[in-house]
């Protein structure tokens, strides 16, 4: 058994000594506990998972190709590849179109009922922000914008579309139309130093707002720069924002399903006792 799992000879002995799961630890001690025997598949998710869990492969850590798995393991490429295909069903990994096989960082969650910086949910929970400026101009406001903002078509509106990254991992694609009489001075700003919503909450703060979530297929420009394989779907966040009486943006803020959640906890108060639960 042990032949077929690892081969033979001192590059393998030194690499099993070296850590291995729980289930291929307990083959090599002859007083571990017996268990029964799973699928080889199931050992090498185990093996897997064991080298997410002690950080050994940390999050965004670019697993090893197929090939590489196969040598090390022992095993057939189908059987590595359907050790991988589970986890990534899973979410314990991620598959980046073209690039490699990622360890899922646990998913981020994007408040719902509040309105955050994206460069600050990710900073909270450890990551490093970094974004790309894939458009920055002044346009006559489409006819379903200028309808949604209150103005007349093909009034001049601000076009902003960013793409914002986790450690190099693309997770979110934001496109935002901003009023230029809330925020004359948006074009001149640097929105490689600071985010839009960072911008934007500063000079004219929120009064109201209005968040809508679909899940969706997203359109191919999308899919290609947020590196989504062909078969994922997105959540898309459209969020409207008011400051005062006047329609300051309206926003759509794309997510890969796997890498990203929305949710919120709120407290319920009296005015809110009509609610079941």
């Known amino acids: ?150 103005l007349p078509e093909e009034s001049p509106i601000f076009h902003a579309v960013l793409v914002h990254r986790d450690r190099g991992v693309p997770i979110q694609y934001a496109e935002r139309f901003v009023n230029p009489a809330v925020a004359p001075a948006f074009l001149r700003q640097d929105f490689d130093r600071i985010t839009p919503s960072e911008y934007l909450l500063k000079i004219a703060p929120v009064t109201e707002a209005e968040h809508v979530v679909e899940a969706t297929m997203p359109d191919p420009v999308v899919r290609k720069r947020l590196h989504m394989p062909a078969h994922e779907p997105c959540l898309v966040l459209y969020r409207t924002t008011w400051v005062g009486l006047a329609v300051a943006t309206r926003n759509r803020f794309v997510y890969p399903a796997t890498r990203f959640r929305i949710g919120s906890r709120f407290r319920i108060t009296a005015d809110d006792a009509h609610l079941g639960i």
């Open 1 to 150: 058994m042990l032949s077929r799992l690892f081969g033979r000879g001192d590059g393998r002995t030194a690499w099993i000594r070296a850590g291995l799961t729980a289930g291929f630890s307990m083959m090599l001690d002859p007083n571990a506990p017996k268990r029964p025997r799973r699928a080889l598949y199931q050992e090498v998710k185990a093996y897997v998972l064991d080298l997410i869990e002690r950080q050994a492969w940390p999050p965004h850590y670019r697993v090893p190709s197929e090939n590489t798995l196969v040598e090390r393991l022992g095993v057939s490429r189908m059987t590595v590849n359907r050790a991988l295909r589970e986890l990534s069903h899973e979410g314990r990994l991620y598959r980046v179109q073209g690039v490699g096989t990622f360890v899922a960082a646990q998913k981020p969650q994007a408040a719902f009922l509040t309105i955050r910086s994206i460069a600050d949910e990710i900073k909270s929970r450890g990551g490093i922000h970094s974004s790309e400026v894939l458009l920055l101009q002044e346009e006559p406001a489409p006819e379903e914008i200028a309808a949604i903002m209150g």
